[in-house]
């Protein structure tokens, strides 16, 4: 079972700004050598794929910022899936489509929601929320 961690919020709020800072974060706190990541960068948006080692543990993590309405964030979410991500961080709106794709998957995964921090000093915010997206993956 996997842990699906998806940051909500509308349109143009530092989402996918965030989700990059938690990888660069990741790969900078865990040394990810250029194997260990398989990108695939559409335009702004992308979705990646880590491998880390905790405890001596691997750990595949999955991340996408495809998280509008029409996008390939179902997609997305399978294909980490087959792939064997233990946990993965994704974006997506408020309400609406979606939403209901990631819930989707809680019928065999955990599903979690963040809500997007907001506020006037955005360069603190995505800091202070990828740091707390790390938390929250307990990784």
């Given at each position: 079972m996997s842990d699906i961690i998806a940051?909500?919020?509308?349109?143009?709020?530092?989402?996918?700004?965030?989700?990059?800072?938690?990888?660069?974060?990741?790969?900078?706190?865990?040394a990810v050598p250029e194997e260990k990541q398989a990108w695939k960068i559409k335009r702004t948006d992308f979705m990646v794929t880590l491998e880390i080692e905790i405890s001596g543990k691997a750990l595949r993590i999955g991340i996408t910022t495809y998280g509008d309405p029409n996008s390939k964030l179902q997609e997305h979410i399978q294909t980490f899936l087959s792939e064997k991500c233990e946990l993965i961080y994704c974006a997506c709106r408020t309400s609406g489509m979606t939403v209901d794709w990631v819930n989707s998957f809680a019928i065999s995964h955990t599903v979690r929601f963040v809500q997007k921090l907001i506020g006037t000093n955005y360069d603190v915010l995505?800091?202070?929320?990828?740091d707390e997206l790390l938390v929250l993956g307990k990784i």
């Open positions: 940051i909500q919020g509308r349109a143009k709020c530092g989402k996918t700004t965030t989700l990059k800072l938690l990888i660069e974060k990741i790969i900078k706190k865990y995505n800091q202070k929320q990828a």
